[in-house]
């Protein structure tokens, strides 16, 4: 398997741009998580779907972020308007329900910079 | 509330020497534990957990955790730590029953030949 998939590995916007994130977790996985990584704020968990719905949405920082998953194969994050306190490392996760739920395979992250 | 912390923000070892990363927890009920490991410009990768029964579990690349239920304690160890060690480490408990891990601020291992 090609492990977690996210694209692009790299984005830089200016502020006010929509930015769309794209990750495509391990086959077979039911659970899917996106996190974001800062110096400042370290790991936080912005949303994750169990099956493709959303269960928590918690950490979703406001209205400019939504997520989707249409299927089981795909999820997008979004931020619009983007602003440069969006800059991060955003990474998709997935894992398989049951005992084995809280071992998540992350994919590579995505990079985002926000000018 | 759950919680799990790294005392350490680094940990600086010489190769070959054995290796300490620390994380203590406060979680309600029997824990559920975890090691994460970040490679430079990678994603998190498991390492190991602890459900139940042996307090001492064995992970991946030779690592292993010993789970210390009086001390509150879930420390990462090796009995020979390799330069390709070096990398950021995060110890993570589920928030109770709602599907979140919570991490703790890592720690930075850095190993020196």
């Known amino acids: 398997d090609a492990g977690v998939i996210q694209s692009p590995r790299h984005e830089v916007t200016e502020m006010g741009q929509e930015v769309t994130l794209r990750c495509k977790p391990i086959s077979g996985h039911n659970s899917l998580f996106w996190y974001r990584q800062t110096m400042m704020r370290g790991l936080e968990l912005l949303i994750y779907f169990n099956n493709n719905v959303p269960i928590d949405d918690s950490g979703m920082p406001e209205d400019r972020f939504s997520a989707k998953m249409p299927n089981a194969s795909f999820s997008t994050l979004k931020i619009q308007p983007s602003e440069p306190r969006d800059s991060a490392v955003y990474f998709c996760a997935s894992s398989l329900e049951g005992d084995r739920f809280y071992e998540q395979y992350f994919g590579p992250g995505t990079r985002l910079t926000v000018t | 509330a759950q919680s799990v912390a790294q005392p350490e923000d680094q940990v600086n070892v010489a190769e070959g020497n054995p290796l300490t990363v620390k994380c203590t927890y406060s979680v309600s009920g029997n824990p559920y534990l975890f090691w994460y490991v970040q490679y430079p410009n990678r994603g998190l990768q498991f390492l190991l957990k602890y459900i139940t029964g042996d307090n001492l579990v064995k992970g991946s690349y030779g690592f292993e955790a010993e789970f210390n239920k009086s001390q509150t304690s879930f420390h990462l160890k090796k009995p020979s730590a390799l330069v390709s060690d070096s990398a950021l480490y995060f110890c993570?408990?589920?928030?109770?029953?709602?599907?979140?891990?919570?991490f703790g601020q890592g720690t930075t291992l850095q190993v020196k030949p």
């Open positions: 993570a408990a589920p928030s109770g029953n709602t599907g979140k891990l919570i």
